[in-house]
């Protein structure tokens, strides 16, 4: 989650590539069925990576309402705690004119509202610079 990779929750057969934000997986280069389907862009929901506030008792754990300015413009998908960054990271589907980078949102967090903010990158090492596993292997003889 702090890397901002998506996982079940996020990626299943109920939304589209470009709602899940994974349209760099789909091939543009060749006609087949469903193409327009696939590369459109016009959905009604946006996958946004958010940053919620802590209160060192609860989560998420996915399906809480996200809201903006009193609204309810969608919902997380799934969330957990990033103990490296020391917050609450979610994945929600949510209106696009409420994914825009840094939106202030409210979630409903076990019936209280926590302050959120759509983040536009990953919240551990945005930019890959960390290894993401020890890759060092000695060969064997």
């Given at each position: 989650?702090?890397?901002?990779?998506?996982?079940a929750?996020?990626?299943?057969?109920?939304?589209?590539?470009?709602?899940?934000?994974m349209?760099r997986?789909?091939?543009?280069?060749?006609?087949?069925l469903?193409r327009?389907?696939?590369?459109?862009?016009?959905?009604?929901?946006?996958?946004?990576?958010?940053?919620?506030?802590?209160d060192s008792?609860a989560?998420?754990?996915?399906?809480?309402?996200?809201?903006?300015?009193?609204?309810?413009?969608?919902?997380?998908?799934?969330?957990?705690?990033g103990?490296?960054v020391?917050?609450?990271?979610?994945?929600?589907?949510?209106?696009?004119?409420?994914?825009?980078?840094g939106?202030?949102?409210?979630?409903?967090?076990?019936?209280?509202?926590?302050?959120?903010?759509?983040?536009?990158?990953?919240?551990?090492?945005?930019?890959?610079?960390l290894?993401?596993?020890?890759?060092?292997?000695?060969?064997?003889?």
């Amino acid at each position: 989650m702090e890397k901002g990779f998506k996982g079940a929750g996020e990626l299943n057969n109920e939304v589209a590539l470009a709602e899940a934000d994974m349209l760099r997986f789909a091939r543009t280069d060749k006609n087949y069925l469903g193409r327009d389907k696939t590369l459109n862009t016009d959905g009604a929901w946006i996958c946004a990576y958010l940053e919620i506030e802590p209160d060192s008792v609860a989560d998420g754990h996915g399906g809480e309402a996200a809201m903006l300015d009193g609204k309810v413009v969608g919902s997380t998908a799934s969330a957990a705690f990033g103990p490296t960054v020391g917050t609450i990271l979610a994945f929600a589907y949510i209106k696009p004119q409420a994914a825009e980078r840094g939106t202030a949102l409210q979630v409903i967090v076990r019936g209280k509202p926590r302050n959120a903010r759509v983040l536009h990158e990953p919240a551990y090492d945005p930019q890959t610079l960390l290894p993401r596993a020890d890759t060092i292997v000695e060969p064997t003889q």
